[in-house]
């Protein structure tokens, strides 16, 4: 199978699957391949955090010209996947000197599978872009084609739970996959000071508690499947479920607008985390931390754009001196595409690591507060 994620995942994704049990895991550009059964691919989706969907391949061949990508199309034993009546989509990618139109290559695929039913079953199955019963995914690199079954169906970004969205919420997905490269296990205490809708909260108490990522997703493709079985669907789920663990810090989100705050409410109690995290009003920069002594993580992504009240330099000077007067013992992780603006935080980050938030490219910095009061201790002593 191909789990697909975005850039600079690809390891995390990779790790996620050797933790659920994938076998022949294999890193490739935005996506990673792995090995598995019917469970396993029922499983993939619904734990994998960083991954955006699962496709199962089912045929690869090599193919020159139109006639021969038709053909091949033609000749897969379609009535194994669906029948005249099911609806269907194709999504195609070309990455080809020979191919160089995706919708063409969707569009010959089509004519290929309502050709090949009407040939033999006298009815055509529709296409449905919508919600189709079965979306299939053609893949050309080169001179290779490859099909594959989409078993997610739309991105498995979709987890369910957010039912109100503000103006910036960031991608599920990609909020897992930051959790999971500031190295957030669910040891210390967490705080997201710039919540909106609260997606880092959420995604940070499901890794903390290991609940699966799309428990509260309302539907997989491979429900739409010939072969969907629900006994074996809900032996994983429930054997997942007894793998999720007990948390006993605190995980925060704090949003200066009320609004925000209002829908981070609302997606916490559709998460059912109300039990681990907890939400308020409250602006950053005039707050503190509230048990200095204790480890705290801390990851967020500020506002961009035009969504900046304060000018660049003023927001990243106030990030910087929050941080460094207020919160003693954190590793404070955020994402920004405002690199330039980086220097006005007046702290050297400890990393860096390229992502890109939507098309956006964008650094995931790390600054690391040393426990104020020990360093006080000891320049104390030295006196
Ligand atoms: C890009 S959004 C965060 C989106 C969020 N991660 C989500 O998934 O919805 C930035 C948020 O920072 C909030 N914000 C801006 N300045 C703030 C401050 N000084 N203190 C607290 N929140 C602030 C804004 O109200 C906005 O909701």
Not at 95 to 104: D, E, L, P, R, V
Not at 225 to 250: G, P, Q
């Amino acid at each position: 199978m191909i789990a697909k994620t975005f850039f600079g995942f690809e390891e995390v994704l990779a790790k996620e699957l050797r933790n659920l049990g994938a076998e022949r895991v294999q890193i490739g550009t935005r996506m990673v391949s792995f090995y598995g059964d019917k469970g396993f691919m029922y499983k993939a989706n619904l734990c994998l955090r960083t991954a955006l969907k699962i496709l199962k391949p089912i045929k690869t061949k090599k193919v020159y010209n139109e006639k021969s990508l038709y053909d091949f199309i033609y000749k897969v034993d379609w009535d194994q996947f669906m029948d005249a009546n099911d609806t269907f989509a194709i999504n195609a990618t070309v990455n080809s000197t020979i191919f160089k139109h995706s919708h063409y290559v969707a569009l010959k695929s089509k004519d290929a599978i309502v050709d090949k039913f009407r040939n033999e079953t006298g009815k055509r199955p529709k296409v449905d872009t919508d919600r189709p019963d079965i979306q299939i995914n053609i893949h050309i690199q080169q001179d290779t084609c490859t099909i594959s079954l989409d078993s997610s169906g739309g991105s498995l970004h979709h987890r369910g739970y957010r039912t109100a969205t503000n103006i910036a919420p960031i991608n599920e997905v990609l909020a897992a996959g930051l959790l999971l490269l500031s190295g957030w296990d669910g040891q210390c205490d967490f705080v997201d000071p710039m919540c909106g809708s609260g997606t880092l909260a959420i995604e940070a108490a499901m890794i903390a508690c290991n609940i699966p990522a799309n428990l509260n997703r309302k539907e997989f493709a491979f429900e739409r499947w010939l072969d969907w079985d629900l006994d074996l669907f809900e032996l994983i789920e429930k054997s997942v479920l007894n793998k999720t663990r007990d948390f006993h810090y605190s995980i925060k989100g704090y949003d200066k607008a009320p609004s925000a705050v209002r829908k981070a409410v609302d997606n916490v109690k559709n998460a059912n985390l109300d039990d681990f995290v907890s939400i308020s009003n409250a602006n950053f920069f005039e707050g503190t931390k509230e048990d200095k002594e204790k480890p705290l993580h801390m990851v967020f992504n500020p506002p961009y754009g035009e969504r900046l009240e304060l000018n660049e330099e003023e927001f990243y000077s106030e990030i910087g001196d929050t941080l460094k007067k207020e919160y003693p013992n954190t590793q404070a992780w955020f994402i920004t595409s405002n690199i330039e603006a980086l220097k006005f935080v007046g702290l050297r980050p400890s990393r860096k690591i390229k992502v890109f938030n939507g098309k956006l490219e964008s650094r995931l910095v790390k600054y690391e507060m040393y426990a104020g009061s020990k360093k006080a201790k000891y320049q104390e002593k030295k006196k």
